[in-house]
C-alpha cells in the first residue's frame, strides 16, 4: 500500500509540473469558469453564513460545489481557505493566471493596511477581469480585474496575491 501512494504521489509532482511549466488550462479549472459565469449577477451563497461583506470564501466555495461537487474548504474564511488550498493534493499554486484559476488575498497572512483589514478571494475570469462576491450586495459579479485587485489588496492593503489551479 506504501508502495503504491508513493508511486500516486510521484504521478501528482509530475503532472503539476507539466502544467505549471505549460501554464496550460485544465479540465477542472475550464468547467469551474464555465460555472462561475452562470452565478454572474446571482447570490452564490444565499445561505448567508457570513455577511455579504464577508461572503467571498462561502460564495466560492459554493461556486466550487456547483463546479466539482465539492468546496474548496476553509468555510467563510479567507484565512482558512488559504491553508486548506496549500494542502489540498487537487491544487497547485500558479504565477500565471488563467481563466478559472482561483485568486486568494488571505485575510491574516500580511495584510490589513490602509483600511483594507480583510483580504479577497474569487476565480480569475476572461480579459483579466476577476468574479467574486462583492461585499456591496452580495452579488457574485466581476467588480475587479487583475491590476484593481493589485491596487487594492497587494500595493495598499499589502496582502499577498496568491493563484491556484486545480489540476484534476
Same mark, same amino acid.
Given at each position: 500500500? +506504501? !508502495? *503504491? *501512494? /508513493?508511486i500516486l504521489e510521484? *504521478?501528482?509532482t509530475q503532472l503539476k509540473s507539466i502544467i505549471v511549466t505549460k501554464n496550460l488550462q485544465t479540465e477542472a479549472s475550464k468547467k469551474l469558469y464555465e460555472v #462561475? /459565469? %452562470?452565478?454572474?449577477?446571482k447570490d452564490a451563497s444565499p445561505k448567508d453564513l457570513a455577511t455579504d461583506? !464577508? &461572503?467571498c470564501a462561502e460564495s466560492l466555495n459554493a461556486v466550487c460545489? #456547483? #463546479?466539482?461537487g465539492e468546496p474548496i474548504g476553509g468555510g467563510v474564511s479567507t484565512y482558512r481557505m488559504y !491553508?486548506?488550498?496549500l494542502n489540498h493534493k487537487k491544487f497547485v499554486e500558479v504565477t500565471s493566471p488563467l481563466a478559472g484559476d482561483i485568486i486568494l488575498s488571505p485575510t491574516g497572512i500580511g495584510g490589513g493596511k490602509n483600511g483594507i /483589514? +480583510? &483580504?479577497? %478571494? &474569487?476565480?480569475?475570469s476572461s480579459n483579466g477581469k476577476i468574479m467574486s462576491n462583492n461585499s456591496d450586495n452580495g452579488l457574485w459579479q466581476e467588480k475587479y480585474d487583475l491590476w484593481s485587485w493589485r491596487y487594492r489588496y497587494v500595493q495598499l492593503g499589502e496582502y499577498k496575491m496568491l493563484y491556484y489551479r486545480r489540476i484534476f
Open positions: 500500500m +506504501n !508502495y *503504491l *501512494l /508513493k510521484s *504521478l501528482v #462561475a /459565469k %452562470t452565478f454572474l449577477d461583506e !464577508y &461572503g460545489e #456547483a #463546479a466539482w !491553508y486548506a488550498l /483589514k +480583510n &483580504g479577497h %478571494t &474569487g476565480i480569475v
